[in-house]
T-cell receptor, first 111, second 113 residues
Framework: SQQGEEDPQALSIQEGENATMNCSYK?????LQWYRQNSGRGLVHLIL?????REKHSGRLRVTLDTSKKSSSLLITASRAADTASYFC???????????FGTGTRLKVLA | NAGVTQTPKFQVLKTGQSMTLQCAQD?????MYWYRQDPGMGLRLIYY???????DKGEVPNGYNVSRLNKREFSLRLESAAPSQTSVYFC????????????FGAGTRLSVL
């Protein structure tokens, strides 16, 4: 069973709008990561947030983590057509090397 | 610096055939992983190798074997391919337990007829 589940499954917005996607997980974790996958490509790491952090920023990305609710959100501000991709959260149970990826959110940014 | 290199990029097999997917990384990473991604799905861990000389099962290991040949290379073998193994396979590596960022290869698209 997959530990991470993203919501929504698909999201379509206009260029310039903000995009928010959510991730839920099931067990205690050391950190949570977000990855992007362009069509037909491998995954690319975007941002990592540790379990003792509540919010982290990187450029137009903002990630929050609520360990009490076992959930995280990824906000992409001022979206661009180039942001069109699938976004996945990934976690590893504390003390393990086994990363679990969610099912992903397919984001489409319309120019 | 090529990162993570996977070969081949595409492969078509008949049911029952065997093949080995190759993965190599040039970042001196300790840990390596094999995942499969089915349409509309996230990645599922098949096997991983925390360090050279060790391998361990992931979420979906049945039908696969792995070899950590050396620190650079981690291969995935399908001994008797089945249509259910049609998927895109990704290899990834990380520097180690405290360095969790995974670097992915471009993937191998495998079809089993």
């Amino acid at each position: 069973s997959q530990q991470g589940e993203e919501d929504p499954q698909a999201l379509s917005i206009q260029e310039g709008e903000n995009a928010t996607m959510n991730c839920s997980y099931k067990t205690s974790i050391n950190n949570l990561q977000w990855y992007r996958q362009n069509s037909g490509r491998g995954l690319v790491h975007l941002i990592l947030i540790r379990s003792n952090e509540r919010e982290k920023h990187s450029g137009r990305l903002r990630v929050t983590l609520d360990t009490s609710k076992k959930s995280s959100s990824l906000l992409i501000t001022a979206s661009r057509a180039a942001d069109t991709a699938s976004y996945f959260c990934a976690t590893a149970r504390s003390g393990t090397y086994k990363y679990i990826f969610g099912t992903g959110t397919r984001l489409k940014v319309l120019a | 610096n090529a990162g993570v290199t996977q070969t081949p990029k595409f492969q078509v097999l008949k049911t029952g055939q065997s093949m080995t997917l190759q993965c190599a990384q040039d970042m001196n990473h300790n840990s390596m992983y094999w995942y499969r991604q089915d349409p509309g799905m996230g990645l599922r861990l098949i096997y991983y190798s925390a360090s050279e000389g060790t391998t361990d099962k992931g979420e979906v290991p049945n039908g696969y074997n792995v070899s950590r040949l050396n620190k650079r290379e981690f291969s995935l073998r399908l001994e008797s391919a089945a249509p259910s193994q049609t998927s895109v396979y990704f290899c990834a590596s990380t520097a180690g337990p405290e360095k969790n960022i995974q670097y992915f290869g471009a993937g191998t698209r495998l079809s089993v007829l």
